[in-house]
């Protein structure tokens, strides 16, 4: 069965980083579209970024841009969320997700077409 397996997480003061990994098992891998997303108390849960394994195309949502990085490493069916400069409203679970089809080297960071989630990895950033 799929498992995605997140890790990383942990708590750090504003301006910091963290690296975030997403480990797939079970899975095709090759050519699917994998993501992060993100969901704070009482807040709906929002896309962060998303790459497809295949080409390495990366998608990102408008308040990470320019502070994250999504990337992948095929050899070992893992995707990493680089976060740096981070902000105390970066704040929350953060979830893997993944595609059970193919949709092609431009991957919507949008919840509700992926397929596999993972049970999440809290981030805590504080002022």
Same mark, same amino acid.
């Given at each position: 069965?799929?498992?995605? /397996?997140? =890790? %990383? ?17 079970? &899975? ?14 009482? *807040? ?8 497809? $394994?295949?080409?390495?195309?990366? +998608?990102?949502?408008?308040? #990470? *841009? ?9 050899? *070992?069916?893992?995707? &990493? ?5 981070? *902000? ?13 089809? $193919?949709?092609?080297? =431009?991957?919507? /960071? ?5 397929? &596999?989630?993972? +049970? %999440?990895?809290? #981030?805590? /950033?504080?002022?």
């Amino acid at each position: 069965r799929v498992q995605l /397996v997140e =890790s %990383g997480g942990g708590s750090v003061q504003a301006g910091g980083s963290l690296r975030l990994s997403c480990a797939a098992s079970g &899975y095709t891998y090759n050519s699917k579209c994998m993501g992060w997303f993100r969901q704070a108390p009482g *807040k709906e849960r929002e896309g962060v970024a998303a790459i497809y $394994t295949g080409s390495g195309s990366t +998608q990102y949502s408008d308040s #990470v *841009k320019g502070r994250f990085t999504i990337s992948r490493d095929n050899a *070992k069916n893992t995707v &990493y969320l680089q976060m740096n400069s981070l *902000k105390p409203e970066d704040t929350a679970m953060y979830y893997c997700a993944a595609t059970l089809t $193919t949709l092609g080297d =431009s991957c919507p /960071v949008l919840h509700y077409v992926y397929n &596999y989630w993972g +049970q %999440g990895t809290q #981030v805590t /950033v504080s002022s």
